[in-house]
């Protein structure tokens, strides 16, 4: 490498270092020397506590005026009067409460020509908030930065830069600030709603709620129990109404001077709203003119008929008591026309039991069948809203009752069901007389005998260890089987291990039966029975059973017990097996 190129080469380098060492030492002196610091652009104040606002996003265009009311309700004074846009000012406050600023000229450094390249002559706009405690900031906008999206702002006289979004936030169209939503009452507000219908013939139809606690309630037919989630899908979609175009003059409607064809009426926390809507001769726009705030508007017509045109059919609830019910139920009751009595079940701590006619254990199995079709016990339809005639319906008197207690209340829910047809079956609720229509097989099941209820398990000898002897009967003989101190069985007075005696003991701790019939129905056709008796070593009885055979078939029944069980013929041999003679 030569000596020049050399030469050369460490210069460029020297050069490189040095200036990058003046650039250091001017940055640094720069910082030293005050470059200001950002600052917030409201000083820590919100937009939303603002009591008034001016905004001119354009020279061109009119100041827009907004003023915070008592109530917190924010409404444009100027250059119109109506409700503000709620979304438009959280809009701003979002660009505006965090927003912060960095001067550039102090007011002491701002000259014309200053002015001139910042673009503030002419302006692009303004706007000023203004506090309650009097407090004011306000602002000029200027032109855009060289680089990025900053823009120059000026405040107090001063020439600061900030982001351009201070201003692009501000610059929308005059609807754009106003409330693009017809109603002041949300669904969470409203007390009272009333929808007036005209027909295409001139009939008028009202629909009115009013708010019962936390539901809502036809009015004039409380008795009448509605949708909750139907009824309040229904009032979100029609309080949810959007201006589509704001319109001028109140008689601009396009659809002539006519009674209009819906009128809602609502009273709520926000006041009362009064809404006329027309529909065009297309029937594709929906114009209207709302009270009190004194606007005229279109609406897209489509998105809001569907709520508008809602029959009370479909307002109305299609359950007839609520599904978790059966999840809390306590007590079912059954009345079976020409049964002497009720059939009753009884909840206890998740197992049911049987508590009318019989003292028993329930059929899990049955009464499983039961609560999975009350719960798909819907209304299919309404037939007559106020009968005066329930014999028709086979409602009058002999009809299938039942009735529903959830536990912790005191009053049963009780329904009485009629005559079927081949498509439903006539029910009503006891506390109405409204008729309606449900489905066959969701109630067919509950004209069972009680027998069908019985359990299949027979009652168990809980501790089996407990029995040391059992005593086995046939007419006139009876025989005594003695447990030894190895647990196996042997005739009472011998030693010789009786295995059969175990067979029959094992099974009748186990076996269920196939059918349960009520002993009354068949008394007179069983013979003697075989009986065994389990009891402890002192002689004390802890259970019995009874074994019979008709006809070829068995039957085990607890001694004095108002059923017998079907059983298989294995299962009786066994318990016979061990009888004397």
Avoid at 60 to 72: P, S
Avoid at 89 to 113: K, S
Avoid at 348 to 369: K, M
């Amino acid at each position: 490498m030569g000596l020049k190129r050399l030469l050369g080469m460490l210069f460029v380098v020297v050069a490189l270092l040095g200036g990058g060492w003046a650039a250091l030492n001017w940055t640094s002196a720069d910082a030293d020397d005050g470059v200001e610091p950002m600052e917030s652009v409201l000083g820590g104040r919100s937009v939303v506590a603002a009591s008034r606002i001016v905004i001119q996003n354009d020279p061109q265009q009119a100041k827009i005026e907004i003023e915070r009311g008592d109530d917190g309700t924010y409404r444009m004074v100027e250059p119109l009067q109506d409700l503000a846009s709620p979304a438009m000012l959280d809009n701003i406050r979002r660009v505006y409460d965090g927003a912060r600023m960095q001067l550039l000229f102090a007011p002491d450094d701002v000259t014309d020509a200053v002015l001139r390249d910042r673009e503030f002559e002419p302006g692009r706009g303004s706007v000023r908030f203004e506090w309650s405690d009097g407090h004011a900031f306000e602002m000029q906008f200027g032109g855009r930065g060289a680089i990025g999206d900053g823009m120059f702002i000026r405040v107090d006289g001063g020439i600061y830069t900030t982001s351009a979004a201070l201003l692009s936030c501000l610059q929308a169209g005059m609807a754009d600030y106003r409330d693009p939503y017809v109603f002041q009452n949300k669904l969470s507000q409203v007390q009272r709603f009333k929808l007036t219908r005209r027909a295409k013939d001139g009939a008028e139809s009202e629909l009115a709620f009013r708010r019962d606690s936390m539901a809502f309630r036809i009015e004039g037919r409380e008795d009448l129990d509605l949708a909750q989630g139907v009824v309040k899908e229904m009032l979100e979609s029609i309080l949810a109404i959007r201006v589509h175009g704001f319109m001028q003059g109140r008689r601009n409607t396009g659809v002539g001077p006519r009674t209009p064809d819906y009128v809602i009426e609502v009273e709520g926390a926000r006041g009362k709203d009064r809404v006329e809507l027309f529909l065009d001769a297309q029937e594709s726009r929906l114009v209207g003119w709302a009270t009190p705030r004194d606007i005229e508007f279109s609406a897209k017509a489509a998105k809001y008929r569907a709520a508008l045109e809602i029959a009370l059919r479909t307002l109305r609830s299609h359950w007839l008591f609520p599904r978790s019910m059966l999840d809390e139920l306590e007590r079912m009751t059954i009345g079976v026309p020409g049964a002497s009595s009720p059939l009753s079940l009884e909840n206890r701590s998740g197992d049911f039991y049987l508590v009318s006619p019989i003292q028993f254990l329930a059929n899990p199995t049955t009464v499983s069948e039961v609560l999975a079709k009350l719960r798909e016990l819907a209304i299919l339809d309404f037939v007559e809203d106020d009968s005066e005639d329930l014999a028709r319906y086979g409602l009058a008197e002999n009809f299938l009752t039942l009735r529903l207690r959830q536990r912790w209340q005191r009053e049963d829910v009780e329904l009485h069901i009629g005559n079927r047809t081949p498509e439903f079956t006539y029910l009503r609720r006891a506390d109405s007389r409204h008729v309606v229509a449900v489905a066959n097989d969701t109630v067919e099941l509950l004209s069972r005998a009680w027998i069908e209820y019985v359990s299949l398990e027979l009652p168990r000898i809980r501790v089996g260890a407990s029995v040391q002897r059992i005593r086995v009967a046939k007419g006139d003989g009876s025989v005594l089987y003695v447990r030894n101190a190895e647990g196996d069985w042997a005739r009472d007075g011998s030693e010789e291990i009786d295995d059969r005696v175990a067979d029959a003991f094992d099974t009748a701790r186990e076996f269920n039966g196939r059918r349960a019939i009520e002993r009354a129905s068949i008394a007179s056709q069983l013979g003697p029975p075989v009986t065994l008796s389990f009891e402890t070593a002192q002689g004390r009885v802890l259970s019995g059973l009874e074994v019979f055979e008709q006809g070829g078939s068995w039957f085990v029944a607890v001694p004095d017990a108002p059923v017998v069980y079907e059983v298989r013929a294995l299962v009786a041999r066994y318990l016979v097996a061990i009888a004397p003679g």
